[in-house]
């Protein structure tokens, strides 16, 4: 009769630590063991268990959860994301394509980087992924204009979107500054930098499919006009057949060169 009544007070204590975790309360194991008069070792499995049975929910499809012990605070807490969150292996090659591509400013990537981490990993999975990168981010080497391109890139986006015609001030590579009314097309990254891909006055008509090409943080203002342009849908910007044709985001019409070798 005592072990049956023992086992319903586990079972009820069991019940409680994991419905306290599901509200989102931190967990102390010292004070769970005075509060319940168990020893500590009892805590410790209980919340074994909890964190057994969330893992047989986890392979089993449903949405991942994880209890782990929360350094800062001194506790347990549940954690939880979506199985369809990425995966610790797509994270980290998100980063290393991220880093690798020097494009944003070090404030900007590690912005991104931090939120990839935290919105998609466990805390157990984050130490790790954290250990590999730390490193690279420390020593993250940075465009020269040092410029924050996020919301430029989105706004531009948002104008290729509603296909309204522009006007820009821009600053060549010589240092002249330079104003046009555009039609933006397009945004790709090359070579460390952000481009807008966009036709210039009437001359889409002439050379269709030979845009101009602007480096994003060379453009010193832009403001988006009330008119709107149309491109046919056989005329439309392709990124992927565009950066295969110029690679190095240079514009112009193609061109064959015959050469012969000995």
């Known amino acids: 009769m005592r072990e049956s009544s023992d086992n319903s007070g586990k079972t009820k204590r069991i019940l409680e630590i994991q419905e306290r975790l599901k509200s ?18 009892s805590i410790q499995r209980d919340i074994d268990e909890i964190r057994a049975f969330y893992a047989d929910r986890s392979l089993a499809g449903n949405s991942i959860i994880e209890i782990s012990y929360d350094r800062e605070h001194k506790g347990f807490r549940l954690v939880e994301k979506s199985s369809s969150a990425l995966t610790d292996a797509e994270i980290f090659a998100v980063i290393k394509i991220l880093l690798d591509s020097r494009a944003l400013n070090k404030a900007e990537i590690r912005q991104i980087v931090e939120k990839l981490i935290d919105m998609n990993l466990l805390p157990s999975e984050k130490k790790m992924i954290n250990g590999l990168i730390s490193n690279e981010l420390y020593n993250y080497a940075e465009p020269r204009h040092h410029k924050a391109l996020l919301e430029t890139v989105w706004r531009l986006g948002n104008i290729i979107h509603e296909q309204r015609v522009t006007k820009l001030r821009y600053k060549k590579s010589n240092g002249s500054i330079s104003e046009a009314k555009v039609k933006p097309v397009g945004i790709m990254v090359s070579e460390y930098y952000f481009y807008l891909i966009a036709y210039i006055g009437d001359a889409d008509k002439e050379h269709t499919g030979y845009p101009t090409i602007y480096r994003v943080d060379r453009i ?35 061109q064959k060169k015959t050469f012969i070798y000995k």
Do not use: C, H, Q, W
């Open 24 to 41: 989102g309360e931190i967990l102390n194991k010292s004070r769970l063991a005075d509060e319940y008069g168990v020893d500590p070792r």
């Open 220 to 254: 010193l203002g832009f403001r988006a006009l009330d008119e709107t342009f149309y491109i046919p849908y056989k005329d439309r910007f392709e990124e992927g057949e565009f950066r295969k044709r110029i690679p190095f985001m240079y514009s112009g019409k193609l």
